[in-house]
């Protein structure tokens, strides 16, 4: 009987710290009063980062290899999915590559007027704008205001700015000054063909950031975009 009365008061005890426990945790999971918050958002702003802020560049002799085609539907969703942006075509080919106005297209060797073409076409079937490299280190200024003439004309507002030449600080004996020189060369050549031709530079490789701040001086009043090249990384499998 002892044993039984104890066991009774045992469950008796049990039940009443559960009890307990319910209630205080009923009691801890009850509203709280709520407390007023403001918040302002300032109307200044410092700027922005453009839509077109990343984008891809390719060498140039991509152009005339035909991989720019609106047949080359998987790049062209690609960039759909990815764009608008812009697309630099540059890169150590760009001063191997060189204009013929007479070719018949289709060689990574040159550029050629149908290759033009067939990049206006992808540029404006996907929306991006690009970056026109010329060359510079084995062209001359009359071959590169024919190629930029006919570029103009054919990729019309999908032209964001004509690039002469690829990293020049890495070109043997060069200096800022001596490239400054060729670049308006170049600069009047082109503009005698197209007068609102818009131009970018100096494009040097990141080790010479240098030449950014001089070329922004002495062209401050030719150039539309200052570039600076930089690898954040090393050389990758990419595939696309």
């Known amino acids: 009987m002892k044993k039984n009365l104890f066991m009774f008061v045992l469950v008796i005890l049990a039940s009443l710290f559960i009890f307990r426990g319910v209630t205080a945790f009923a ?18 702003s410092n700027g922005k980062v453009g839509t077109g802020f990343a984008g891809f ?28 942006s812009v697309l630099r075509l540059g890169g150590n080919l760009v001063d191997k590559v060189n204009w013929n106005a007479s070719g018949a297209g ?16 992808f540029l404006q079937a996907t929306g991006w704008k690009t970056l026109y ?5 084995t062209n001359t200024a009359a071959n590169a205001a024919s190629e930029a003439q006919f570029a103009a004309k054919a990729l019309g507002s999908s032209l ?13 004996n060069e200096t800022e000054a001596a490239y400054d020189s060729s670049f308006k060369s170049y600069v009047r050549a082109i503009r005698a063909k ?22 922004a001086a002495q062209e401050k009043g030719t150039i539309t975009n200052l570039t600076q090249q930089k ?10």
């Not at 009691?27 to 200044?44: C, G, L, Y």
């Not at 490299?133 to 280190?137: D, M, R, S, V």
């Open 27 to 44: 009691a801890s999971q009850r509203p709280h009063a709520s407390t007023a918050v403001t918040i302002t958002v300032s109307s200044t």
């Open 194 to 215: 197209v007068p609102n031709a818009k131009f970018d530079g100096p494009g040097a490789d990141q080790g010479n950031s240098s030449w950014a701040q001089q070329f």
């Open 133 to 137: 490299g010329i060359n510079l280190k």
């Open 160 to 172: 964001l700015a004509f690039e002469i030449g690829n990293e020049p600080n890495l070109y043997r």
């Open 231 to 240: 690898y954040s990384g090393g050389n990758g499998g990419g595939t696309i």
């Open 57 to 84: 560049s390719y060498e140039k002799d991509r152009v005339g290899a035909g991989m720019f085609s609106v047949s080359n539907t998987k790049l062209v969703n690609l960039f759909r999915t990815l764009g608008p």
């Open 106 to 121: 289709g060689s990574a060797t040159q550029i050629a007027p149908a290759d033009v073409t067939k990049l206006a076409a």
